[in-house]
């Protein structure tokens, strides 16, 4: 990465949360992480950590950790502010945006020196389409990138996990003996993964798969994300049949692949369910929210492991993957569903995919290895050499352009 010719100073503002400086630090981006940039042009960081903290009442939206001269530096055009949200990616929620435009103009903050940092490709888009030119949107995705780090071969773990990943042991398709089988994890209680599981129930594939799924139990701390026993309309009128007597089959007590440790999908791969596995179905974060385009790092440890894969995930999730460097198994996988941008009318599709792989899979599983091993083994070896490399060209090398764009000339740009 080229040395731009002014300084980029990183400014932080908040205690904690500072993903975007810490993730250009471990990359090795010429930047500089000071509390007193002086009369420098300089980037403030204000970590957003939760996307509606920016609607919220208190803190002004988070915009009190600002000073007096952070502000004054931003009406000036001596500051840009970047609203760090490169741990999420969420939709366009207007009374949230509306609530950070009314606090910027209090505090006579042009809205064009804000960066909104997220992970979500759209964003920006839709943002556009509803209130024209204001806030810049960047993409930057922390997660992802932090697995990439602790994958590769040479760079080993940042931050979390502390342990380099252990592959001793591990290769796809190594078990040969005993039934074809395929690993679904699941943790958030979110609407697609109830319907996934349950659709495993009706067609019979629990039997054949190795499935976490924590319910509504106590045991489950993210059990609250959706009350399961009222459903959006949307949802009752595409796929209320199969959510019908749901407090007759919802789990109440988490259902772990290691009863022991449990799944931990952000800090952990477990190579062991991996490797007792011939296909994976990818239970994404995203489905139903409208306008997200993101993978987050349950997408790139699937991949990354080298089993076909499923992606149960928003739009474009395996274009996106491609993108990335890896195969996505075209041949033996029919990812028809990938670009449906209607959760609706792509869910089926998704279902559909499964069940095809799945059958192709059960019928012949040694020729199922034998068409998927050049592909599986390549993206093993892309994750331990070649991933880290192409997110620092695709997502990390272009931000740090940007700020060298600010730094040397005051402009932001999209």
């Avoid at 590769?152 to 001793?168: K, N, Q, S, T, V």
């Avoid at 003996?177 to 979110?190: E, H, K, S």
């Avoid at 440790?261 to 139903?288: K, P, R």
């Amino acid at each position: 990465m080229s040395r731009p010719s002014s300084e980029i100073l990183l400014v932080p503002r908040g205690e904690a949360g500072h993903f975007l400086p810490a993730a250009l630090g471990w990359m090795g981006a010429p930047i500089t992480v000071t509390a007193d940039p002086g009369a420098a042009r300089h980037a403030l960081c204000l970590p957003v950590l939760d996307f509606v903290r920016l609607g919220f009442p208190e803190a002004n939206g988070r915009l009190d950790l600002l000073t007096a001269g952070d502000v004054e530096n931003l009406r000036t055009g001596r500051a840009a502010l970047l609203l760090d949200l490169s741990n999420e990616g969420p939709g366009l929620h207007a009374p949230t945006f509306e609530a950070l435009h009314r606090n910027l103009d209090g505090l006579g903050i042009p809205r064009g020196r804000v960066v909104l940092v997220s992970q979500n490709r759209l964003l920006r888009l839709d943002y556009e389409r509803l209130y024209g030119e204001g806030l810049r949107f960047w993409t930057f995705e922390f997660f992802p990138l932090q697995v990439a780090l602790w994958l590769d071969a040479e760079a080993g773990p940042r931050l979390f996990p502390e342990h380099p990943l252990d592959r001793i042991g591990y290769a796809p398709f190594a078990r040969t003996t005993g039934p074809a089988r395929f690993l679904c994890q699941n943790a958030a209680l979110r609407w697609h993964r109830v319907l996934l599981y349950r659709w495993f129930q009706l067609n019979g594939l629990d039997r054949d798969g190795l499935i976490s799924f924590h319910g509504i139990g106590t045991d489950n701390p993210k059990a609250g994300g959706i009350n399961v026993f009222h459903r959006p309309p949307e949802i009752e009128a595409a796929f209320g049949p199969m959510l019908a007597d749901i407090e007759t089959w919802i789990p109440r007590q988490a259902q772990r692949i290691d009863a022991d440790q449990g799944t931990d999908m952000v800090l952990t791969l477990d190579t062991q369910a991996y490797g007792e596995c011939d296909l994976t179905v990818i239970s994404e974060t995203d489905f139903f929210e409208p306008g997200v385009e993101r993978i987050t790092e349950k997408s790139l440890k699937a991949a990354a492991i080298g089993l076909p894969f499923v992606t149960v995930g928003a739009p474009r999730a395996v274009a996106r993957l491609s993108e990335l460097g890896f195969h996505t198994f075209e041949g033996l996988i029919d990812h028809a569903y990938d670009p449906i941008a209607d959760p609706i009318e792509r869910l089926p599709q998704v279902f559909r995919a499964i069940a095809r792989a799945w059958a192709d899979c059960k019928a012949d599983r040694p020729a199922w290895h034998r068409r998927a091993r050049e592909q599986a083994e390549a993206n093993v070896a892309h994750a331990r050499s070649g991933l880290l490399r192409q997110l620092d060209r695709v997502m990390v090398a272009p931000l740090v352009a940007r700020l060298a764009r600010f730094a040397e000339t005051g402009a932001i740009v999209p």
